[in-house]
């Protein structure tokens, strides 16, 4: 009986080593979010930030050094033309002004008795010479003494606004220090803002723009571009364009606002766009993409692009319309993978 269970058992173990080995199972693939390359309008249209300045936002002082008695007028005044904002102590000047005029009466006096003696053969025409020109420095003197008072006293050009009042009384200035710094109403307000050196060249004088100030409750006001940059800013690389507003009230000085104008270069076109995270490696206007065939297979493609917008990246070249790209599993994703492709 032993005997027939051992040769049974024998006969089971053969059996078990001649089988079929299973096959390993395939590998799944990967799901893959994809989206489809759109087109937009690349509108005639220009949209940029900026600030709104007066137009013309001049420093006035005083033109010699001395201490201030008072200064009338606070940051933020309106003024009307010839209203007196600041005045210096004249006490130093009047005095230099007494000193030259009795330089100046005995250079007169000197010059018109050597006159005499000179007619009559008793000086030599150096000498009168040398008096005349002493004489007309003198008056030369008593003029810019008298500059001097008149000026001791800061009057508005213009009807405008104190933008900034940078000294106090008793304070002692030099000559040519900014006191007042006042904002011309009669040359109006400016939108500055920068653009880059390709919008700028589309950007023509006399355009038409509008500018939105979210402070005004984004009413629209009107202008038009009145000066665009010669030279870029050596710190942006930008060019800054103005555009001139109409007389407003309501505008102040550094107001933040969006101008809309339009290009001088054509009108509207289709560009082709890919959300920001299909774009792989970007640098110097090239990126890759990963775009799907019709197999559901991924190629890496090199790609030109242009400006991000709200929207998505613009594409110079490399993808149109229609294609398919990835947007994930880039870290597990390599050229000629095939994926299952899920909609954003």
Same mark, same amino acid.
């Given at each position: 009986m032993v005997q027939r269970y051992?040769?049974?058992?024998?006969?089971?173990?053969?059996?078990?080593?001649?089988?079929?080995?299973?096959?390993?199972?395939?590998?799944?693939p990967l799901s893959v979010r994809i989206a489809t390359v759109g087109a937009v309008d690349a509108a005639a249209e220009i949209q940029v930030v900026g600030t709104a300045l007066w137009r013309v936002e001049t420093p006035l002082g005083f033109?010699?050094?001395?201490?201030?008695? /008072?200064?009338?007028? =606070?940051e933020g005044d309106r003024v009307r033309r010839g209203q007196l904002l600041a005045v210096l102590d004249t006490t130093p000047v009047q005095a230099e002004l007494v000193a030259a005029e009795a330089e100046a009466r005995r250079a007169a006096s000197e010059a018109a008795r050597l006159s005499v003696l000179f007619r009559q053969g008793w000086v030599t025409k150096a000498r009168l010479e040398a008096a005349q020109a002493g004489a007309q420095s003198s008056a030369a003197a008593v003029k810019a003494r008298r500059f001097a008072l008149d000026t001791a006293r800061i009057v508005a050009p213009s009807d405008g606004v104190v933008l900034a009042r940078s000294a106090e009384p008793t304070q002692v200035v030099a000559a040519?220090?900014?006191?007042?710094?006042?904002?011309?109403? /009669?040359a109006g307000f400016v939108f500055r803002a920068p653009l880059n050196d390709r919008l700028a060249a589309a950007v023509a004088l006399g355009s038409p723009a509008s500018v939105i100030f979210q402070a005004l409750s984004g009413e629209a006001v009107q202008g038009r571009v009145q000066e665009v940059g010669g030279k870029a800013n050596r710190a942006t690389g930008t060019f800054d364009i103005e555009i001139a507003l109409p007389s407003?009230?309501?505008?102040?000085?550094?107001?933040?606002?969006?101008?809309?104008?339009?290009?001088?270069?054509?009108?509207a076109t289709r560009k082709p766009q890919v959300p920001p995270a299909a774009i792989i490696a970007p640098r110097a206007g090239e990126a890759l993409v990963y775009v799907?065939?019709?197999? =559901?297979?991924? /190629?890496?493609r090199k790609v030109r692009i242009g400006e991000a917008t709200d929207s998505g990246v613009d594409v110079i070249s490399g993808v149109g319309p229609g294609d398919r790209v990835a947007l994930s599993g880039f870290d597990r994703l390599k050229d000629g993978t095939t994926v299952i492709p899920v909609a954003r």
């Amino acid at each position: 009986m032993v005997q027939r269970y051992l040769v049974l058992a024998a006969l089971a173990l053969s059996g078990c080593t001649g089988a079929e080995p299973k096959a390993p199972l395939a590998a799944k693939p990967l799901s893959v979010r994809i989206a489809t390359v759109g087109a937009v309008d690349a509108a005639a249209e220009i949209q940029v930030v900026g600030t709104a300045l007066w137009r013309v936002e001049t420093p006035l002082g005083f033109t010699s050094a001395g201490q201030i008695v /008072r200064i009338t007028v =606070n940051e933020g005044d309106r003024v009307r033309r010839g209203q007196l904002l600041a005045v210096l102590d004249t006490t130093p000047v009047q005095a230099e002004l007494v000193a030259a005029e009795a330089e100046a009466r005995r250079a007169a006096s000197e010059a018109a008795r050597l006159s005499v003696l000179f007619r009559q053969g008793w000086v030599t025409k150096a000498r009168l010479e040398a008096a005349q020109a002493g004489a007309q420095s003198s008056a030369a003197a008593v003029k810019a003494r008298r500059f001097a008072l008149d000026t001791a006293r800061i009057v508005a050009p213009s009807d405008g606004v104190v933008l900034a009042r940078s000294a106090e009384p008793t304070q002692v200035v030099a000559a040519g220090m900014p006191v007042i710094t006042l904002g011309e109403a /009669r040359a109006g307000f400016v939108f500055r803002a920068p653009l880059n050196d390709r919008l700028a060249a589309a950007v023509a004088l006399g355009s038409p723009a509008s500018v939105i100030f979210q402070a005004l409750s984004g009413e629209a006001v009107q202008g038009r571009v009145q000066e665009v940059g010669g030279k870029a800013n050596r710190a942006t690389g930008t060019f800054d364009i103005e555009i001139a507003l109409p007389s407003d009230v309501r505008i102040r000085s550094g107001m933040i606002g969006t101008a809309r104008l339009m290009s001088a270069q054509g009108g509207a076109t289709r560009k082709p766009q890919v959300p920001p995270a299909a774009i792989i490696a970007p640098r110097a206007g090239e990126a890759l993409v990963y775009v799907l065939d019709a197999q =559901n297979v991924v /190629r890496l493609r090199k790609v030109r692009i242009g400006e991000a917008t709200d929207s998505g990246v613009d594409v110079i070249s490399g993808v149109g319309p229609g294609d398919r790209v990835a947007l994930s599993g880039f870290d597990r994703l390599k050229d000629g993978t095939t994926v299952i492709p899920v909609a954003r």
